[in-house]
């Protein structure tokens, strides 16, 4: 007898009785066992665990719980796609080339403050922050700087804004006009989540309503113009990185973009005409399986409601495709070398719960923005995972782990309980106005930061075992001379173009902004070839429909 028979004939034999009374007369160790956002975790799971098979299915076939593409890894490995930007134009493309010669295959734009709040970058409130969180573009001078000698028909690119993107947006796309690439051969992702916003990253321009329909001007125009591109990346990342539970992730992002659908129908734009387009970014935070069960379980439910609730006919509109990004939460400025082994655990977890594109953080972020050895670093961990590691020769080597499929059904269920609540407070809108996921997050955040106060929840070099190095490696620092050079850089702009056709692209935006029936996006690439900045368009958008002011939560 083989030695695997031998085991498997003794276990069959073997009563589970028998071991939970051996288990039992066993001391545990003192520490909770719970996964990171608190759900118990029992000391064995069995086949009694799994599901109906067909809830687990096979990858590529609804409800495509083990992954979207029937091949996976086997047929084309995941874009490895490391977010960048900081300075001026020029610094991010010297960047962006640095990427792309060392192996990445997809580019990821971040944004400076000034930009992601709608400030041009010699604003009264863009002082001391221009450059310094990401790049700064003001203009489509700065996007057509940005992507200089890089072939937008080729490479695909993401960029992180949201209450802004439809002015980024076309900014990019006069910008690669101007390079002969027309709009339909753009492929990428413009993150344009704006109820997230409210949720958790907290960077708006216009009240709920009006930045509800500045999306879904920008998603109706995408469906028809820009075929290869994703209008909105439904995202969890922030709601994570606010303090959310897995649970809470899953159920508001998932609810999120339930309601951009329900907006685009009600448009009248047909679901099939856009919902292929609709991508996903999730966090990747340190409890492996409960990540790797959480991206499975969002894979299903979206799915499910997309073909059963919206009535997608296409099977490209079931499939939910998504970008992760390891946590920037879960990095510390203790031991910071540390975080290495934490984003590859988290990578690990991203590559395993099937993602489509993975961005890994850098080992010094919490301390400042990276340096270019500390991007390698984060890049060559992706590389490592997908080259020497062996888990991307075989799809969904988890698929049947009684732990995670049962860990998939209880996120599942948690994130329908959700759903649950939102819809009796009139839906996601409303329920974000009335802040109830607000208070959800911060109630999860305090608790488990109590948890760590306490020293009930480990981490390492923080709260335990923290003797050792904690020198500060080299950080990036920006050069306060780009602030200045990106203030002229505006202001060169603008006495350099043709006041009155930029003046009159202004008002034909305000009067469309009052007007419910007008698709914006045409008057905002009107405006992009006139050379408007962002601010003023921003401000001329302000006068009609207003700002916003938060509600705090306690």
């Not at 339930?258 to 996903?280: K, N």
């Not at 049947?400 to 309980?417: H, I, M, N, P, W």
């Amino acid at each position: 007898m083989r030695p695997s028979d031998y085991l498997m004939s003794t276990y069959a034999q073997t009563p589970l009785e028998g071991w939970e009374e051996a288990y039992a007369a066993t001391p545990e160790r003192d520490v909770p066992f719970t996964t990171l956002s608190g759900e118990p975790v029992r000391p064995l799971y069995t086949e009694r665990d799994l599901p109906d098979p067909e809830r687990i299915g096979l990858p590529g076939r609804f409800p495509f719980t083990r992954g979207v593409y029937p091949s996976m890894y086997r047929g084309r490995l995941w874009t490895m796609r490391q977010f960048a930007g900081f300075g001026t134009a020029e610094e991010t493309n010297e960047r962006f080339r640095y990427l792309l010669d060392h192996g990445q295959t997809g580019l990821s734009t971040a944004f400076d403050m000034p930009s992601l709040m709608g400030h041009d970058s010699d604003h009264p409130r863009s002082l001391g922050e221009v450059g310094r969180e990401g790049v700064a573009v003001d203009s489509v001078d700065d996007m057509e700087t940005l992507f200089r000698g890089i072939d937008l028909g080729e490479v695909t690119v993401s960029m992180t804004i949201n209450a802004p993107a439809p002015i980024m947006l076309a900014y990019y796309v006069v910008a690669a006009e101007r390079a002969g690439v027309p709009a339909d051969r753009l492929g990428g992702t413009i993150q344009a989540d704006i109820l997230k916003e409210y949720i958790a990253q907290k960077e708006w321009c216009f009240p709920i309503d009006p930045a509800m329909r500045f999306l879904g001007d920008m998603i109706e125009w995408c469906a028809r113009e820009m075929p290869r591109w994703h209008p909105v990346s439904i995202s969890g990342y922030h709601i994570r990185e606010a303090g959310a539970t897995a649970a809470q992730e899953l159920a508001f992002t998932l609810k999120d973009g339930f309601t951009y659908v329900e907006q685009a129908i009600e448009r009248g734009v047909p679901v099939d005409a856009f919902a292929p387009r609709l991508s996903f970014f999730f966090n990747a935070q340190i409890d492996f399986f409960e990540e790797i069960a959480k991206y499975r379980a969002a894979r299903r439910i979206w799915a499910r409601e997309m073909r059963d609730t919206y009535g997608a006919r296409n099977p490209r509109s079931w499939l939910m495709r998504f970008h992760t990004q390891t946590a920037g939460v879960s990095l510390t400025a203790q031991q910071p070398l540390n975080n290495i082994v934490r984003t590859t655990i988290e990578a690990l977890a991203g590559v395993l719960g099937g993602t489509q594109s993975l961005h890994t953080n850098s080992y010094d972020e919490a301390l400042a923005l990276p340096t270019e050895e500390a991007v390698r670093i984060a890049l060559r961990t992706q590389q490592i995972i997908a080259h020497e590691t062996g888990v991307a020769n075989t799809i969904d080597p988890l698929g049947g782990s009684y732990f995670v499929e049962a860990l998939t059904d209880r996120l599942e269920e948690q994130a329908y309980e959700y759903f649950r609540r939102i819809d009796e407070l009139g839906g996601m809108v409303a329920a974000v106005k009335q802040s109830f996921p607000q208070r959800e997050i911060a109630d999860a955040a305090f608790e488990l930061q109590q948890q760590i106060d306490s020293g009930e929840r480990i981490v390492v070099g923080v709260n335990a075992f923290t003797e050792g190095d904690d020198a500060e490696p080299p950080i990036l620092r920006i050069d306060p001379a780009l602030e200045r050079k990106q203030v002229e850089r505006v202001r060169a702009v603008r006495a350099r173009r043709d006041g009155a056709a930029v003046e009159a692209s202004l008002a034909a935006l305000r009067e469309a902004a009052a007007r419910p029936d007008v698709n914006l996006m045409p008057l905002l690439v009107d405006a992009a070839r006139v050379h408007a900045t962002e601010g003023e368009i921003v401000e001329a958008l302000q006068e009609v429909w207003g700002s916003y002011t938060e509600t705090p939560v306690y």
